[in-house]
T-cell receptor, first 109, second 116 residues
Framework: KNEVEQSPQNLTAQEGEFITINCSYS?????LHWLQQHPGGGIVSLFM???GKKKHGRLIATINIQEKHSSLHITASHPRDSAVYIC???????????FGTGTRLQVFP | NAGVTQTPKFRVLKTGQSMTLLCAQD?????MYWYRQDPGMGLRLIHY???????AKGEVPDGYNVSRLKKQNFLLGLESAAPSQTSVYFC???????????????FGPGTRLTVL
């Protein structure tokens, strides 16, 4: 069993829909990251969370430390949101990240 | 600022050949990382460095060597390439976790390596 599990693996949506991507982990962590990988391959960091909730534009990330679960929400989805979204956790007391396998999102006009 | 750059962007090697991938960052970051990304798997850490002159093994270090002679550069070497090392390689850098509450990792554009 992977230490970081994401669901769903693939997701399609119509423009304007509300999107939720889930991440569960089984290890002690100091932080959780959400990353976006564009179709061209580039990876950018969206959020780093250690508790609660963060919002940036149409993106919202939440984390529940007790349940070892995080969600990434996209409101009013747009075709330009089409990408692979990756969850990664920083193992407690280390410098290392462990990555999920990603959720491939396609948003159609 | 260029951020994190990687050279080359693409490379094809024959089994047994050697090569070096170069990663450079201009953000004065202490930490640098080399990852590989394979289909159906998450990014996996090969080696990392917590400062100039230091390196450490990650999750999948076998077949690779690294050097951090200058703070801004992190080199990944393949001494004798094997088909199993066909992958996309990403370099990343970050501030020291203890000095930044964001600890965001900044990624390079990736190097696509094929070993025949």
């Amino acid at each position: 069993k992977n230490e970081v599990e994401q669901s769903p693996q693939n997701l399609t949506a119509q423009e304007g829909e509300f999107i939720t991507i889930n991440c569960s982990y089984s290890v002690g962590i100091s932080a959780l990251h959400w990353l976006q990988q564009h179709p061209g391959g580039g990876i950018v960091s969206l959020f780093m969370l250690s508790s609660g909730k963060k919002k940036h534009g149409r993106l919202i990330a939440t984390i529940n430390i007790q349940e070892k679960h995080s969600s990434l929400h996209i409101t009013a989805s747009h075709p330009r949101d089409s990408a692979v979204y990756i969850c990664a956790v920083r193992i407690y007391n280390t410098d290392k990240l462990i990555f999920g396998t990603g959720t491939r999102l396609q948003v159609f006009p | 600022n260029a951020g994190v750059t990687q050279t080359p962007k693409f490379r094809v090697l024959k089994t047994g050949q050697s090569m070096t991938l170069l990663c450079a960052q201009d953000m004065n970051h202490e930490y640098m990382y080399w990852y590989r990304q394979d289909p159906g798997m998450g990014l996996r850490l090969i080696h990392y460095s917590v400062g100039e002159g230091t390196t450490a093994k990650g999750e999948v270090p076998d077949g690779y060597n690294v050097s951090r002679l200058k703070k801004q550069n992190f080199l990944l070497g393949l001494e004798s390439a094997a088909p199993s090392q066909t992958s996309v390689y990403f370099c990343a850098s970050s501030e020291h976790p203890g000095t930044s509450n964001r600890n965001e990792q900044f990624f390079g554009p990736g190097t696509r390596l094929t070993v025949l």
